[in-house]
Each structure stands twice: as structure tokens, then as C-alpha cells.
């Protein structure tokens, strides 16, 4: 395994007004794994197919270990690709797609035989060698790419959405099977998703691009309690964080009835960030601190999930979402108290959405 170093990475495409890739920097330790994610068009694939080399950038440079990567082509790189569509030969068995990337190298056949068993043995796949694509599930067949993919032993694994094609409960399955594959194989990855959940489980950090630029890197967890914008804490979370503006009053802040103190050096308009979770109903046993800001809502919907239930509650004109447990939410159209601790607010400048 090796480390990734990006260093001014820009990719500009003809028609495009800004760039695809706009002076990325990402630094990707050697046994890390990194979640690129991020909306639609905000360069997550761009910049694995340019670490991959399937394009080459305007400007800036791609290192894989230490070695410089401008002029590579993509064989000599030792990175291997998983796609979001499986890319499976149809007329092979499962030995043998998941050989075929030793036979390139010329690798001997009894070292390729023994390779194929290791990798079949680690993705569950032994009884399945002697089948071919058209024999396998879904989830089997995406095994098998990655077999191919891992049975080479590359420097670098980049994945670009690969388990989007599977219905949600095979999905979350093949997630925590990747998770743990991952980190016994102490593999370096490039990983690209739109996935919070895949990118929460996945990473050992996180990175957000927005419109190609790099808009957070952190641990899940620190991405989570302290998104560093208004976009982060709205693309994390489901539901995602409450975001209700506020303006300065004084020494506090203040947002339709409520009044909170604010952090020193505070600018005149802010966005109050606060996660569902944070929100309390205040119905029998629920229990706040004395200092908890209250307030009262409308109840306009609830989505009863089993384990929990999300409801959005109207606030001064102001929807404001939050989560109860199992099937314990108010009625539709009931009014209610709520209350959330000062400690669990985040504070953003509302002009440039950064955290404060």
C-alpha cells in the first residue's frame, strides 16, 4: 500500500463555466481510507479517474507513494477500480475473471490458482468459482469485481460508487462486508459515494466537495457534530440538521420568540444549527435542563420508521425537525412544547455559511 498526495488538482472541461476540479489538496495516508462525497457534479468521479489516469488534469499533481504521476498511464499506476456497474466477462467462471488480472501480468498459473483461492476465500466466494455471471445475485456478482480488483494486491483501491446499483438492504449488507474487508486487507482507498451512510461507515475520514472544491476533511464523527459550513451540516444527517436564521440582539441572538447567547465576535446574521436528535418533545418523562432553550410548534408531519419517528414541527413559520423514539410521536396538527440544550447549537455566518 502506499500514500495519495493531491496538490493543486484542477480539471477544467470545454462548455463548463468553472472547474470540475478546482485546486484540490487531499493528502491519503498509506492504510487510510478516504470517502470522496458530495452532490452531483461536484468532482468526486473526476478525481478518481484522474488519480486513475482514465483523464490528466489541466494543472496540479497526483502522487501515489512517491512517485510522480504525470505521464503514467493508467497500467503502470498499481491502482485497481471498482465501478458502479460490474463490468463482468460473461463467458468466464468466477476463476477466471477473477485471474484474468494476473494472466495480463504473465503471473504463473500455480501462483494464480493459489491467489484466486486466497481472494475467493476472503470474499466468500469459493463454492461460486466454478459459476459465471449470469449464475450470480447482484451481490455476488459485485464480490467478484472486487475479487478482481483485490486479487492484484495494488497500491491503491479506488472505488467509485459501487454498491449505488443494489437495492438498499443488499447495500447495507455489502457495507459492513467492505468495511471490515478494508481494514483486514489495511488497504489504501480512494472511495466515491453520495452515500452518507457508505461514507460514515467506510472512512476513516471523510472528505466533502462542493463544485470541486474540497468544503471539509475530517473523521465521520467530527464531520457530523462540527460541520465546518452550512452545507456539510445539511448533507450529513437524516434528517439533516435544523438550520433556522437568526440576527444579533445585543449579546445574543435572537430567533422569532427564542433569545440564546452567542459566541464572542459574533457577526449581525447568523444560521442556528441544531440535529433532530437535539430537539426534544416535551411530553411525560422527558426530561431538559433548567437552562434549555423552549419554545412551542405545530406538529405538520410524522414518518413512523419502526425503531423511530421523524417529525416536522413548525416553528414561528419555520420548519423544525426532530426525532422520537419508536411510535411516540404526537399527533398531526397537535401543538407542542420543544426544548434543545445550548451545548448541542452550532453558530454559522449566514453570508459565507461557515461555521463560527
Request: with cysteine; aromatic share 6%.
Amino acid at each position: 500500500m502506499a500514500a495519495v498526495r493531491l496538490e493543486r488538482l484542477t480539471r477544467r472541461f470545454p462548455g463548463n463555466p468553472r472547474p470540475s476540479v478546482d485546486g484540490l489538496d487531499l493528502l491519503v495516508a498509506e492504510g487510510e481510507v478516504v470517502c470522496l462525497v458530495g452532490p452531483s457534479g461536484c468532482g468526486k468521479s473526476t478525481t478518481l479517474r484522474l488519480v486513475a489516469g482514465l483523464d490528466a488534469p489541466d494543472s496540479g499533481s497526483i502522487h501515489i507513494g512517491e512517485r510522480d504521476m504525470r505521464g503514467v498511464p493508467p497500467q503502470e499506476r498499481d491502482v485497481a477500480m471498482v465501478f458502479q456497474g460490474f463490468a463482468l466477462y460473461p463467458h468466464m467462471t468466477v476463476r477466471e475473471i477473477i485471474a484474468f488480472p494476473l494472466k495480463m501480468r504473465g503471473v504463473a498459473t500455480a501462483d494464480r490458482a493459489a491467489a484466486v483461492e486466497r481472494t475467493a476465500k476472503l470474499l466468500g466466494l469459493t463454492a461460486l468459482l466454478e459459476r459465471r455471471p449470469g449464475q450470480l445475485s447482484g451481490g455476488e456478482q459485485q464480490r467478484v469485481a472486487m475479487g478482481r480488483a483485490i486479487v492484484r494486491q495494488p497500491k491503491l483501491f479506488l472505488f467509485d460508487e459501487p454498491l449505488s446499483n443494489l437495492d438498499a438492504a443488499l447495500r447495507a449488507e455489502l457495507r459492513l462486508s467492505l468495511a471490515k474487508l478494508l481494514r483486514q486487507l489495511d488497504a489504501t482507498a480512494l472511495y466515491v459515494t453520495h452515500d452518507q451512510a457508505e461514507a460514515m461507515t467506510l472512512g476513516d475520514r471523510i472528505a466533502v466537495l462542493r463544485a470541486g472544491h474540497l468544503e471539509q476533511l475530517d473523521t465521520p464523527r467530527k464531520i457530523y457534530e462540527h460541520p465546518a459550513s452550512t452545507f456539510v451540516a445539511s448533507f450529513f444527517g437524516t434528517p439533516p440538521m435544523n438550520l433556522l436564521n437568526a440576527d444579533r440582539d445585543g449579546d445574543g441572538a435572537r430567533i422569532g420568540p427564542l433569545s440564546l447567547p452567542l459566541p464572542a465576535g459574533a457577526p449581525a446574521e447568523l444560521v442556528l444549527g441544531v440535529r433532530p436528535e437535539h430537539v426534544k418533545v416535551l411530553t411525560s418523562g422527558v426530561e431538559v435542563a433548567p437552562e434549555a432553550v423552549r419554545g412551542k410548534a405545530r406538529v405538520l408531519a410524522v414518518e413512523p420508521l419502526g425503531a423511530e419517528s421523524h417529525v416536522e414541527l413548525e416553528f414561528d413559520g419555520r420548519p423544525l425537525r426532530t426525532r422520537v423514539p419508536g411510535f411516540a410521536a404526537p399527533a398531526r396538527d397537535s401543538e407542542v412544547e420543544f426544548a434543545f440544550d445550548r451545548a448541542d447549537v452550532r453558530w454559522f455566518a449566514r453570508d459565507t455559511g461557515r461555521a463560527l
